[in-house]
């Protein structure tokens, strides 16, 4: 299973768009309030659970880390919504999605063009 890493510093969100260089990174924002959320969520681990080793997954809780998914959205240039998950490579935005549209197949499908 991939590691899920959470981004707590705008350093580290710095360093996830350097890994996109490398391969394929997902980043999913998290409102830890909501219950759409957290099925959302449960989805993105779904995925994870099958992706194996070679990805850099993370995740922004963006109730108690507000600047870091405002810092994505600038970045993106992608408007936040929450939950919302972003396929980034190159450091671009590949795909991105967001509430129940966040399925383990609609991640799968995205990252299956992505290599």
């Known amino acids: 299973m991939t590691e899920l890493n959470e981004l707590q510093s705008n350093q580290e ?3 996830a768009w350097e890994h996109s260089v490398e391969e394929p990174v997902l980043v999913f924002k998290h409102s830890t309030t909501c219950p759409i959320s957290a099925t959302a969520f449960e989805q993105y681990q779904t995925f994870l659970e099958s992706a194996g080793n070679d990805l ?5 809780k963006v109730i108690e880390n507000r600047d870091i998914s405002n810092q994505l ?25 967001s509430h129940s549209n966040i399925t383990a197949d609609a991640i799968a499908g995205a990252m299956q063009r992505a290599r």
């Open 73 to 97: 959205a600038e970045d993106t240039g992608v408007k936040h919504e929450s939950p919302q998950v972003f396929l980034i490579r190159n450091k671009g935005v590949l795909w991105h999605t």
């Open 56 to 60: 850099n997954s993370y995740v922004i």
């Open 13 to 15: 969100l710095t360093q």
